[in-house]
């Protein structure tokens, strides 16, 4: 099968260079690369990324700066006798890729045995067609102009909401992914990616909210209108908040939050590498231990619609998959790659060849809307809109953290009836504590994934409500 | 010149041609090299690490980056294509986004006016660290592994990370600056927790970086000061009793003055937080309420961020928008005194920027950023500091700890931490002292700072900006002294 066979070039322009200049550029480049890798090593792969992204940044409702990115990266995994090296390489003089070769061989020599890494997958595969449909949108190429209008659309919609200036980002483009490697595997494909973020600021500074809408399409969840209500919504019922009291509440966390709070268990601790090594809070856990309420599963799935890291195949070529991982709270798995899989046992589809990487990390749904997990929620309750800078005592059990809400946060009066501003609290608990206390989940999942969040991937998340989460705050 | 500045050349030269109405058109070059090495529980581990410890580790980089002003608007573009179509492709793409960002703004961005340079810069160093072998860099980590080769009453997950970058600059602007620099970096990072059966853990991470060379990183006796950590864990977990209640004083050793004046200070004191560039990413800043002269903190107080020390890991003699660095006095005797400014910034503010502007790679927009953030030193000693408390704590370093983003509402907690009584600092460690505090709250607590003799640094990567950009900085201080604070 001819590598480029999935889909053509020519439909899938990424603007990188010319449409005609492309099969041959890289063509030649890969060729160039692995010609001089096969002489150094046993086992290689070749990762080519072209990238046309685009951001449009925004503050105090006007565009700051508009920005392009073209980019032709290699993403290079060599191995000689169990000794491995991954290198990024978007220098493409050949002087340079000689030179690193060169070094890389070298190193190859001085290195020791990487007792993670055993083999690649050897295939062959068969990938599902329909999962590039999924995660490609010919419209996202085509935004153009109509990006700026885009976040004009946003903008005035939080201002229509009551902010009084507005903040954010519009992040949107097209990579195109072909990988080859030693054992004889090949693969290709494009992925188009939407990420907007508004954050709306009321004359009080104080009082802000904040939305998130992402997708790889622009009609399947994704609304830049609804995310400007959302933000100017919350920034407006935040106006005069007071500090709130320390103590124990029960929290109800929007999707956004669970990027800090949730998703790093399934999406950072439960990497069977990080486990391997001891170096997260699951250590000492293992297969069938309970380390969640049984209201909650959640998935590693790299075939999710619309999924921001969806895609046919993993860095070893791997089909991706629907991996459970939290079973009704019992863990199921640890997600990996063919090295890191037990005996028996293939790839969940998430190489990272020396590293496993996560996918898309998606939770499970409840029954219940966010009013009516305001309304079950027995104790003092504060709904908790965003969250950020979430920092660890310690990765070791039990990672006990704290976080920092940023933006609405409210006391929950009245059983949801009223929502009563408050500022300057902390949340002060561990992964293990918040799993175990989730209780109610909402019904739907959003796709959120956030700046500078400790889970770095895209997350599927419904509202959730955690029990007894002890708040502080300052004391000058 | 070599082949990449000729096209940079002729990038700037098609950029002021062919019709364009430009106001201000730049190109950076970059040519960025990173080597990473780590052991993690004494395992070799070349590439990208996990946890956040590293990305893009192990990568050789280069490419250019335009941006223009046009039509009062502002685009940038990236290539790492550097050819003569690339960059003509780049600049009509910035050129058309810079126009179309232009028709939506109110108010036309413009650019400080500030001198022009043609010079050349580079930090001073004996060995390049990305000339060290990878067997010497294996050796210096193993050092490190050894120490765990003793019995010791707690088990440990050790990681060791060295990070080695050379970064090669070329800027030139349409007002005629053209600015080379070069600078190589390495960083060393410990990353020890330890742990005592049945669960209890302390983890400890530093970072030790320089642009002074391979030599300035190995003569830093850096093994004693990693032992002293791998005891300190041990006794804290093992020994360590519960803070004491009500007001205390608190010296904060340099480790942690560091990492306030960078947080507490630094931060809110960048000019796109005040003017609310940065909301909706690294966020704003209380200062945007207050003018300069506002009264921050107790006179004594002085926080300074100077990119021109020699061998710092924040060092630059010139900003990647070709201003020339200078020392920039954030706080003076307790006063909000100057801002950190960019050109853009600066043009806002009616005033000149300090060289605040940085840029972590070609492919990333220059931002306001610190270098070396500190305290400046007093008149105090140690002994001196401590002799009229009664009840106390020294708190040398820190784990766990955020601050809002208005930089108003921080958390620091402490690690390595003694009791102090009736004068005298005893061998108590003490468990996890929290300071939780408002940024006014703590600077109006301070009431000594410690002699110059005290001074000292860390290394940090500081976060900001979407895509993100890890800063390298440092962050230091002597020990300062806090009155009457009430641990969270």
Request: hydrophobic share 35%; with cysteine.
């Amino acid at each position: 099968m001819d590598w480029r066979s999935i889909h053509s070039i020519e439909e899938y322009k990424v603007g990188v260079i010319e449409v005609s200049e492309i099969n041959t550029r890289i063509d030649n480049l890969v060729d160039y690369i692995k010609n001089r890798v096969n002489a150094i090593c046993d086992d290689w792969s070749i990762k080519t990324i072209l990238k046309n992204q685009n951001q449009i940044r925004f503050s105090e409702s006007q565009i700051d700066i508009t920005k392009n990115w073209k980019e032709i990266k290699f993403e290079l995994f060599l191995s000689r006798k169990r000794r491995t090296i991954d290198i990024s390489l978007n220098d493409l003089r050949h002087q340079t890729i000689d030179k690193t070769v060169e070094y890389c061989d070298k190193l190859l020599k001085m290195g020791k045995m990487n007792l993670n890494y055993k083999r690649m997958a050897e295939g062959p595969f068969e990938y599902d067609a329909s999962i590039q449909e999924k995660i490609f949108d010919k419209k996202v190429i085509s935004l153009d102009e109509n990006a700026v209008d885009l976040v004009n659309d946003g903008i005035q919609a939080a201002i229509d909401e009551g902010a009084h200036r507005v903040a954010g980002s519009f992040f949107y483009g097209n990579s195109w992914i072909t990988q080859i490697n030693s054992i004889g595997l090949k693969g290709e494909f494009t992925r188009t990616n939407l990420n907007f973020r508004i954050r709306a600021f009321a004359k009080d500074m104080y009082a802000t909210g904040e939305s998130i809408s992402c997708s790889t399409h622009l009609n399947h969840g994704f609304d830049v209108i609804a995310s400007g209500k959302e933000a100017g919504q919350i920034c407006q019922q935040a106006i005069g908040g007071k500090k709130g009291a320390p103590g124990m509440y029960n929290i109800i966390i929007y999707p956004k939050v669970s990027t800090e709070l949730q998703a790093p268990t399934p999406a950072l601790a439960m990497n069977a590498y990080t486990q391997k090594m001891g170096l997260a809070w699951l250590v000492g856990r293992k297969e069938g231990d309970t380390i969640a309420n049984e209201k909650l599963s959640v998935w590693d799935d790299g075939t999710m619609d619309y999924g921001l890291a969806t895609a046919p195949f993993d860095d070893e070529l791997v089909p991706k998959q629907k991996t459970l991982l939290i079973d009704k709270g019992v863990i199921r798995t640890f997600f990996n790659n063919s090295s890191l899989a037990k005996k028996g046992n293939s790839s969940t589809g998430n190489a990272g060849i020396t590293v496993p990487k996560p996918t898309n990390t998606i939770f499970s749904t409840g029954d219940f809307s966010l009013e009516e997990l305001m309304e079950i929620s027995e104790k003092p309750t504060l709904l908790i809109t965003s969250t950020w800078y979430t920092r660890y005592q310690s990765y070791a059990p039990p990672a006990t953290l704290s976080s920092l809400p940023k933006d609405g946060m409210f006391l929950v009066k009245n059983r949801g009836k009223n929502l009563e501003p408050v500022r300057e609290l902390r949340i002060n608990s561990d992964h293990y504590h918040m799993l175990k206390k989730t209780k109610a989940l909402g019904k739907k999942l959003k796709q959120v994934s956030t700046w500078l969040s400790t889970s770095e991937n895209p997350v599927f998340a419904p509202y959730m409500l955690i029990e007894d989460i002890r708040m502080s705050t300052g004391t000058a | 010149m070599n082949e990449i500045e000729e096209i940079v050349e002729f990038g700037l030269n098609y950029a002021q041609s062919n019709g364009k109405q430009c106001e201000y058109v730049e190109i950076r070059s970059e040519v960025n090299d990173i080597d990473t090495v780590a052991l993690i529980n004494g395992k070799l581990h070349i590439g990208n690490l996990p946890l956040e410890l590293t990305a893009d580790a192990f990568a050789r980089k280069s490419g250019f980056n335009v941006r223009i002003i046009a039509n009062g608007g502002m685009g940038m573009a990236s290539n790492n294509q550097v050819t003569k179509n690339s960059i003509m492709n780049s600049i009509d793409q910035a050129y058309r986004i810079a126009k179309r960002s232009g028709d939506q703004r109110k108010n036309p961005i413009k650019m400080s006016d500030e001198p022009t340079y043609e010079v050349s810069w580079q930090s001073s160093y004996k060995i390049n660290p990305m000339d060290v072998t990878l067997e010497e860099k294996i050796d210096f980590l193993q050092e490190f592994v050894e120490i765990f080769k003793q019995n010791r009453p707690i088990e440990y997950i050790h990681i060791f990370v060295l990070m080695s970058e050379q970064r090669d600059t070329f800027f030139i602007n349409s007002e005629g600056s053209r600015i080379r620099g070069q600078i190589p970096r390495v960083a060393f990072t410990p990353v020890i927790i330890g742990i005592k059966s049945g669960g209890k853990n302390e983890q400890s991470m530093q970072t030790y970086a320089t642009s002074s060379g391979w030599d300035q990183l190995v003569s830093w006796n850096l093994r004693e000061k990693v032992e002293k950590t791998v005891n300190n864990l041990a006794e804290i977990i093992v020994n360590a009793k519960a803070p004491p209640e009500g007001k205390i004083d608190l010296i904060l050793g340099p480790n942690v003055a560091g990492i306030i004046a960078h947080e507490n200070c630094g931060h809110p004191h960048e000019a796109d937080r005040i003017l609310g560039r940065e909301g909706a990413q690294a966020g704003e800043s209380y200062l945007r309420e207050y003018e300069i002269g506002y009264k921050i903190g107790n006179e004594c107080v002085n926080v300074f961020d100077d990119p021109t020390i020699p061998g710092s890991y924040g060092y630059y003699l010139y900003d990647d928008e070709g201003v020339k660095a200078r020392k920039r006095e954030l706080i003076k005797d307790g006063i909000f005194n100057e801002m950190l400014l960019n050109r853009e910034s600066a043009a806002q503010f009616n005033t000149h920027s300090n060289a605040a502007a940085r840029a972590v790679a070609y492919d990333r927009e220059p931002l306001i950023r610190m270098a070396n953030t500190y305290f400046a030193p007093g008149d105090f000693s140690l002994e001196e500091m401590i002799e009229d408390i009664k009840l106390g704590i020294l708190m040398n370093s820190f784990t766990e700890w955020n601050i809002d983003d208005k930089r108003l509402q921080s958390k620091y907690v402490g690690q390595e931490a003694y009791l102090i009584k009736d004068g005298k600092l005893t061998d108590t460690f003490i468990l996890k002292p929290t300071l939780e505090i408002s940024s006014p709250g703590l600077f109006g607590s301070i009431d000594a700072q410690g002699k110059s003799s005290t001074l000292d640094w860390q290394g940090a990567f500081c976060g900001k900006s979407e895509p993100g950009q890890g800063c390298r900085v440092w962050t230091g201080g002597p020990f300062i002294r806090l009155r009457n604070i009430r641990l969270g």
